[in-house]
């Protein structure tokens, strides 16, 4: 698979009319306190048998091409940390923007490809042993800052750091390809080596709805890059169903999978947890965690909170730091 192929084509927008709302994904949560109760979860590493998928298809989304030659010509000692974005999704979500930029959350602009990336880096990194990186993939109609904003205690607490992607362009349901994912965070991993000196074999990627269903594909392009940065990818309530035309994004690469195109050892060498927190994702995880392993990945935990919501990971903190200690042992 060319993962430069989708760059080859002339710059161009095309405008899709949604025919129905989004189900398979969501706008980021507003953070809530920890709750008493501790569900107990039930950890699957096959799964079982898959839920029949909904009647009717989701939206369509509308990805946008970028100029030919992807990320390779971005020279990363050019980039300017700044506290304003140039799609004006700070004034979208302003309290979440201005929380994360007082804790101290900076504003990489990529204008080329027409989006940016928020970093957060603890005091003292460039000092840590260990000097390890949290990718996030934020929901439909999610915010860059407000996942910064939901993974900061954790990240302050164990001294990561963190780079949020914007691939919601800010303008109805207007998201970039997994493959272009790939290339705003290429630029950014190795801006955060540049200048923060982040070691690229310690990184980890966390998608969330429709982050998490083109965390698979975002993975994949990195093991088949060569580049093998993520460590640990962290996909929660957005799975890989068992028809993919009625999934939301991803549509072609889990077709192409499923049907061998990418062979029988696409995830091999790759790890994975995955979380979801109500049906049907619940049943689509457990797909997931099949198609995962069948095709040599490691699912490191499933785990299926049913009753918890869509947004159960950010509520119930003890997933989060599970993942983390995962993340962490794979990374030593």
Known sequence: MNIWKAWAVPLLVVLLIAASSAVAGGQSPDPAPALTATPTPTSTPTGTASPTPSPSPPPFRVYLPLLAGGSVGIDVSQLVETDDDILGISDVEPGPYADVMAAGARVVNLE????????????GYENMA?????????GHGGTAYREVGLELDFAREHGYAIVAIQWWTGEGDVMYSAQQFYEFMDVALRYMEYKYHTQLDKCALRGWS????????????????GNHRLALTISHDG????????????????????????????????HFYLYSGLEPQIGYMRNTAQVITSFGGVVERLVTDEGAGHDGFYRHPQYHEEALAIFFQLTP
């Open 112 to 123: 080329p490809m027409n989006t940016f990336f928020v970093l957060w880096v603890p005091e």
């Open 239 to 270: 799975g890989m169903m068992p028809d993919p035309d009625n999934m939301s994004v991803g549509k072609e690469f889990v077709r192409n999978l499923y049907d061998g195109v990418y062979g029988d050892k696409a995830f091999a060498g790759t």
């Open 130 to 138: 260990a000097r390890r990186v949290m990718v996030i993939a934020h």
């Open 210 to 225: 429709l982050g998490s269903e083109i965390s698979y594909e975002v993975t994949y392009l990195d093991k088949t890059s």
